[in-house]
C-alpha cells in the first residue's frame, strides 16, 4: 500500500513538471523535497523560510537533508512578525504566516519559470485546525503528499528507506505556537521560547513543548519521558535551566505533549 502511494506521488510530480517546494526542514517536506528532486533535477527547488519565528533546529535540520541529497535549496527571509494582524495572534495566525511566506514563493515561482508551488501538508492534516490551509487555495498551492493519500506514518517510513537522517525528527512548529492566542507575538517571547527549548534539548529530551504564559513556563513532555523529567536531579536542572531564561515559574502539564494544545481552548473545526 505505502509503495502505491509513493508511485502516486511520483507520477504526480512528474506529472507537475516544476516545483517551489516549501522545505520546513521537517520530514514531511522533506522527503518531498528529495523526491522531487530525485525525479525534476534542477527542476525542482526546495526553499526555507527564515525568521524570528523559526528556530534555528529547523534551519540546520534543513541544511543537513540538503546537503545529504544535493538539493537545488534556498533561504529567504519572511517578515510575518513585522504584520500587525500575524503580533496580534488571533486564532488564524498561521493564515498570516503562511501568506506571507505564499507570496514570497509565488513570487520566486514566477521569476524562475517554475510551474508550481508545493507544500509538505499530508493525509492526517486534514483533521487538524489549519487556518494556513486557507492560505494554500489562495496562492494555488499544491499538496502532492496529501493528494497520494500519504500518512505521517508512511512518509517516515518512505524517507528512512530512502535513507534520510532525519526520517525520525520529532515533529515541530513555529515558536510562535507556544505563545497562548491574544497574547501579542514579540521577538522577545520568541526568543526566550527558543532558548528554553534548547536548554531542555540538551538535557536529553525528544519530543516536548515549552508552553509561554507571561512568567510561567508550561512544559509539556510526551509520556514516555515525563518519570525522567521528575527525577529529582532533572528536574532540578530542568528548573533551573528554564529560570536562567527568564521564566519565574516552571509547571509541568500532566498530560504530557500533544499537537495543538493551544487549539484545545477553541470550538474549531479543521480547515479542508
Not at 516544476?18 to 533535477?41: K, N
Not at 511566506?101 to 499530508?122: E, F, K, M, P
Request: hydrophobic share 40%; net charge positive.
Amino acid at each position: 500500500m505505502v509503495g502505491l502511494k509513493a508511485a502516486r506521488l511520483e507520477a504526480r510530480l512528474a506529472e507537475l513538471g516544476s516545483v517551489i517546494v516549501a522545505f520546513s526542514g521537517g520530514v514531511d517536506s522533506a522527503y518531498l523535497a528529495v523526491t522531487a528532486s530525485r525525479l525534476l533535477g534542477p527542476r525542482a527547488l526546495a526553499i526555507t523560510a527564515v525568521s524570528a519565528s523559526y528556530p534555528e533546529t529547523h534551519r540546520q535540520l534543513a541544511l543537513r537533508v540538503a546537503r545529504e541529497f544535493s538539493l537545488h535549496h534556498e533561504f529567504i527571509e519572511t517578515g510575518e512578525i513585522d504584520r500587525p494582524e500575524y503580533r496580534a495572534n488571533p486564532s488564524n495566525r498561521c493564515y498570516f504566516c503562511k501568506d506571507e511566506l505564499y507570496v514570497h514563493l509565488a513570487a520566486t515561482a514566477r521569476a524562475r519559470g517554475i510551474a508550481h508551488v508545493v507544500d509538505g501538508n499530508n493525509a492526517d492534516d486534514r483533521g487538524d485546525y489549519r487556518p494556513g490551509r486557507q492560505a494554500a487555495r489562495e496562492h494555488g498551492v499544491l499538496s502532492p503528499l496529501d493528494e497520494a493519500d500519504l500518512t505521517k506514518d508512511d512518509i517516515r517510513q518512505l524517507a528512512r528507506r530512502a535513507g534520510m537522517s532525519t526520517w525520525d525528527e520529532p515533529a515541530s512548529a513555529c515558536l510562535s505556537s507556544r505563545i497562548p492566542y491574544g497574547s501579542a507575538v514579540t521577538r522577545e517571547k520568541l526568543r526566550q521560547i527558543e532558548r528554553a527549548e534548547e536548554a531542555v534539548r540538551a538535557l536529553g529530551f525528544r519530543i516536548f513543548r515549552v508552553r509561554h504564559h507571561d512568567v510561567t513556563a508550561r512544559l509539556e513532555i510526551s509520556r514516555g519521558e515525563m518519570a525522567r523529567a521528575l527525577e529529582p536531579g532533572v528536574n532540578e536542572r530542568l528548573v533551573a535551566a528554564l529560570k536562567a531564561v527568564g521564566y519565574q515559574f516552571v509547571s509541568l502539564d500532566l498530560q504530557g505533549y500533544r499537537l495543538g494544545s493551544h487549539n484545545e481552548a477553541l470550538s474549531l473545526r479543521p480547515v479542508p
